[in-house]
């Protein structure tokens, strides 16, 4: 029998553009096609290959977990095609839309402020940054590159260290006049411990005494979405914050915020990672030049 020729690339291409597009009709709308036609070619790859890739609905299309392994394969053997077809044409210019999440104060204080140097290298990019302290779904959110604190997590996602934040416990003086210097761990229990309103991989506070290494819970009467929101709060004299050194420098020489317990801090650092899907040759030109630029141009201390 002779064998059915199948464009296996083409198919690939098209899937890829339904992940990213959120849905058959917006990939439709791509392509120049018709929703249904879109939805036949889903139907007959997940028929070859016999899975299902994809869970319809109404409201959203969502990946079973063969559908995230064939779509992060689909973009390694897409990119290795365009590898190929650069190597006969030249060096890729990057282009594009470069969709980038970042958390709120290393989005403020850090990225925003270098973004024009990054696009004045490459005017065909357009940046679409996303201000949040939560942890992004990479493929539901269509994003290309996350900058995240704290631990990483287990997961698929290729990471790029961009350095350590020092942690710094801070207080405005109103706040610490009114209800006095904490001169260790023990006093913390007289103060409002300002906290984030979402789930952490470390919700508490280390600190030094004489015993040795004690955690004191963020506790107190407001909590805050990001680390700038707890940082306005912690200037408003609400209470005390446990926040990034680099994000606070500036209030702390300006005498809008003060320092306390520093004979009590760890040392601990908070490791910041760019985390993506991909690498080398398999990620397109833009998300390489984007985050050559971080390793260039960020330094987190």
Same mark, same amino acid.
């Given at each position: 029998?002779? =064998?059915?020729?199948?464009? =296996? /690339? *083409?198919?690939? #291409?098209?899937?890829?553009?339904?992940?990213?597009? *959120?849905? @058959? /009709?917006?990939?439709?709308?791509?392509?120049?096609? &018709?929703?249904?036609?879109?939805? $036949?070619?889903?139907?007959?790859?997940?028929?070859?290959?016999?899975?299902?890739?994809?869970?319809?609905?109404? +409201?959203?299309?969502?990946?079973?977990?063969?559908?995230?392994?064939?779509?992060? +394969?689909?973009?390694?053997? @897409?990119?290795?095609? %365009?590898?190929?077809?650069?190597?006969?044409?030249?060096?890729?210019?990057?282009?594009?839309?470069?969709?980038?999440?970042?958390?709120?104060?290393?989005? $403020?204080?850090?990225?925003?402020?270098?973004?024009?140097?990054?696009?004045?290298?490459?005017? +065909?990019?357009?940046?679409?940054?996303?201000? &949040?302290? #939560?942890?992004?779904?990479?493929?539901?959110? $269509?994003?290309?590159?996350?900058? =995240?604190? !704290?631990?990483?997590? %287990?997961? *698929?996602?290729?990471?790029?260290? @961009?350095?350590?934040?020092?942690?710094?416990?801070?207080?405005?003086?109103?706040?610490?006049?009114?209800? !006095?210097?904490?001169?260790?761990?023990?006093?913390?229990?007289?103060?409002?411990?300002?906290?984030? *309103?979402?789930? =952490?991989?470390?919700?508490?506070?280390?600190?030094?005494?004489?015993?040795? @290494?004690?955690?004191?819970?963020?506790?107190?009467?407001?909590?805050?979405? %990001?680390?700038?929101?707890?940082?306005?709060?912690?200037?408003?004299?609400? !209470?005390?914050?446990?926040?990034?050194?680099?994000?606070? $420098?500036?209030?702390?020489?300006?005498?809008?915020?003060?320092?306390?317990?520093?004979?009590?801090?760890?040392?601990? +650092?908070?490791?910041?990672?760019?985390?993506?899907?991909?690498?080398? !040759?398999?990620?397109?030109?833009?998300?390489?030049?984007?985050? %050559?630029?971080?390793?260039? &141009?960020?330094?987190?201390?």
């Amino acid at each position: 029998m002779a =064998r059915i020729e199948v464009n =296996r /690339s *083409g198919e690939m #291409e098209m899937f890829v553009r339904v992940v990213e597009a *959120g849905g @058959l /009709s917006a990939a439709a709308r791509l392509a120049g096609m &018709t929703p249904s036609a879109v939805s $036949r070619l889903v139907a007959r790859l997940e028929a070859r290959l016999g899975a299902r890739l994809v869970n319809r609905s109404t +409201r959203r299309l969502q990946l079973t977990a063969e559908g995230c392994a064939f779509y992060e +394969r689909s973009l390694q053997v @897409l990119a290795d095609l %365009d590898e190929a077809e650069r190597s006969a044409a030249g060096p890729e210019q990057a282009a594009g839309r470069l969709r980038v999440s970042v958390n709120v104060p290393i989005g $403020r204080q850090i990225l925003l402020p270098r973004l024009g140097e990054f696009l004045a290298r490459h005017p +065909r990019v357009v940046v679409d940054v996303v201000l &949040t302290d #939560e942890v992004v779904d990479l493929i539901g959110q $269509r994003t290309d590159v996350a900058i =995240r604190s !704290g631990p990483l997590k %287990d997961s *698929g996602l290729i990471a790029r260290k @961009l350095g350590e934040a020092a942690m710094v416990i801070v207080g405005a003086p109103a706040y610490l006049d009114a209800r !006095g210097r904490p001169a260790g761990p023990a006093d913390l229990a007289g103060h409002n411990r300002l906290g984030f *309103g979402f789930a =952490r991989a470390s919700t508490g506070w280390p600190l030094r005494d004489g015993s040795g @290494l004690v955690v004191m819970p963020a506790r107190g009467n407001a909590l805050a979405g %990001d680390g700038d929101a707890l940082r306005l709060m912690a200037l408003a004299g609400l !209470g005390l914050a446990r926040l990034a050194a680099f994000q606070v $420098r500036d209030d702390i020489a300006a005498g809008r915020l003060e320092a306390v317990l520093e004979d009590c801090n760890p040392g601990d +650092r908070d490791p910041v990672h760019a985390v993506f899907l991909g690498q080398g !040759g398999l990620m397109p030109a833009r998300v390489r030049a984007f985050l %050559d630029f971080l390793a260039a &141009t960020v330094r987190i201390d």
